[in-house]
Nanobody
Framework: QVQLVESGGGLVQAGGSLRLSCAAS????????MGWYRQARGKQRELVAT???????NYADSVKGRFTISRDNAKNTVFLQMTSLKPEDTAVYYC?????????WGQGTQVTVSS
């Protein structure tokens, strides 16, 4: 089992920044992928960014150049630094953990960007 605890969401004005954190605990395999997905009201959940344990990143086109994903492997924590936020970034952001055995989701944290 893996537990994911997210923090850092909130309300910010357009153009502002937020930093999300997700701490994983439990049975963490050495080879894994951690990342962030988001779901806006009335829309499907979509990928934001992922980062595997080897350091390879993947970003949605809509956030490239504005968001940066990073991780602290020693603390099993992944971060999402969000800058130049836009109202269309408003969504519930979910942390995701994936290894060769299982996939887990965090409870989600709300990010609201006002215009």
């Amino acid at each position: 089992q893996v537990q994911l605890v997210e923090s850092g969401g909130g309300l910010v004005q357009a153009g502002g920044s937020l930093r999300l954190s997700c701490a994983a605990s439990g049975t963490i395999l050495r080879l894994n992928v951690m990342g962030w997905y988001r779901q806006a009201r009335g829309k499907q959940r979509e990928l934001v960014a992922t980062l595997n344990s080897g350091g390879i990143t993947n970003y949605a086109d809509s956030v490239k150049g504005r968001f940066t994903i990073s991780r602290d492997n020693a603390k099993n924590t992944v971060f999402l630094q969000m800058t130049s936020l836009k109202p269309e970034d408003t969504a519930v952001y979910y942390c995701n953990y994936l290894d060769r055995v299982m996939e887990y989701w965090g409870q989600g944290t709300q990010v609201t960007v006002s215009s």
